[in-house]
């Protein structure tokens, strides 16, 4: 998966959603730059002074060490498998997309998407980083010792694709819900191609089932606290020295 593929993705579409929030620009830069910075300087962190395992460290590994949960995810290596999982995210998101594609402002609800998106990258990559918790595939003999070796080996806890497919399928629905109501079909839509994401990833010997089921919450969670943090109210009250006027939101 291609860093920063979904924020490009986001920032390029320009038509979408109705008034559901009332962002403020000034908070949004500053929050915006905030996980930026986070994400960044894991970035740097993970390159200059994380080091990479050892031959050693990696013929050390007991796959009898991990809990019986997680021993679903002790399978083969599957590239298929894993670029699989990246279309899944593409075609989640396309469709999120198309449901919010008649309404109107958006660019503004885009914006907090990317906001959500940046958010959990950052939170994604420290606690992959402070984890390093290896990959299913490298107790495994299906792959080279040059690909067990590598940083991102140690990058399993928790689902980055995980929580982002959660995340596209809670903010395309919470937009659908907020200006339609419930539709069982869209959100079986929504969530059924970010299970699939999910599932693939395990499959795929990428991550563990805990790694999964961590992502998900925490990008449905991320997604749906920002939204609230935007959320136009319902109820307005303007009061000046000479009128009171109330006006409400549907």
Known sequence: MKKYIFLIFVVLVQFCYADTFQINY???????S?????SLSNNFLDKNFISKPTEQ????LDQDTINWFDQIGTVDYSQ??????DYTIYANMAFAGWLAYKND?????????????IAQ??????????????????????????????PNSQHSFFSLHSSVAFSTATFGYHL?????G?????????????????????????HFPTDVIFGAIVGSSITYLICQSYKKPKVKINLTQHSLGIQYNF
């Open 26 to 32: 000034n908070q949004y830069l500053l929050r915006f």
């Open 121 to 150: 990258d950052a939170i994604g990559k420290w606690t992959k980083t402070i984890s390093g918790r290896y990959r299913p595939f490298v107790y495994g003999n299906s792959v080279s010792m040059k690909k067990k070796r590598r």
């Open 105 to 117: 402002n958006f660019f503004d609800d885009m914006l907090i998407f990317s906001e959500s998106l």
């Open 80 to 85: 298929s498998l894993k670029d699989m999982s």
């Open 34 to 38: 905030a996980w930026t910075t986070l």
């Open 182 to 206: 419930h539709n069982l079909f869209y959100a079986t839509i929504l969530y059924g191609t970010a299970a699939s994401t999910a599932i693939l990833r395990v499959a795929s010997a990428q």
């Open 57 to 60: 460290e990696i013929n050390n």
């Open 176 to 180: 659908y819900y907020q200006n339609h």
